[in-house]
């Protein structure tokens, strides 16, 4: 499990799942890792590189702004020296972990599949867990 640090005023829209990605100056984790957040379990779906003008003017809505200028607004608000549009950032998209997909399902690895969007077993060894 990873730890990814949010402001209280994300938890409704996380909860809701209207926001469904955040954006970092470091990488977090890799996609099918989990985390926390307001007592409820996340996994990453996707996580990549970008430029803080391309979020800004593109993925406003999964930040869980309604407009660019509200995505800026909350970003000059915890970052008020670092807004270049040209600036590379960390994406996390993530979404609210099913039941099914939770880590601590017990004797099973689960590996998160980009491309099909499901968590698959992974098999192993007793004497390699």
């Known amino acids: 499990m990873i730890e990814i640090p949010f402001l209280q005023t994300f938890r409704g829209p996380m909860l809701a799942g209207a926001k469904t990605m955040t954006t970092r100056f470091r990488r977090y984790g890799r996609p099918g890792d ?4 307001f007592g409820s379990i996340f996994v990453l779906t996707d996580v990549r590189r970008e430029t803080l003008g391309a979020v800004a003017d593109n993925y406003y809505m999964p930040e869980g702004f309604s407009s660019p200028a ?3 607004k909350c970003w000059r608000a915890i970052h008020p020296k670092r807004d270049q549009r040209g600036l590379p950032v960390w994406v996390h998209r993530f979404r609210l972990a099913k039941t099914y997909d ?3 399902r017990l004797g099973q690895r689960l590996k998160y599949n980009p491309s099909t969007g499901v ?3 992974e098999c192993f060894d007793e004497g390699n867990a």
Request: aromatic share 38%; glycine share 8%; net charge negative.
């Open 34 to 37: 989990f985390f926390d957040a």
């Open 70 to 72: 509200g995505f800026w």
């Open 102 to 104: 939770r880590p601590e």
């Open 119 to 121: 968590f698959e077993e």
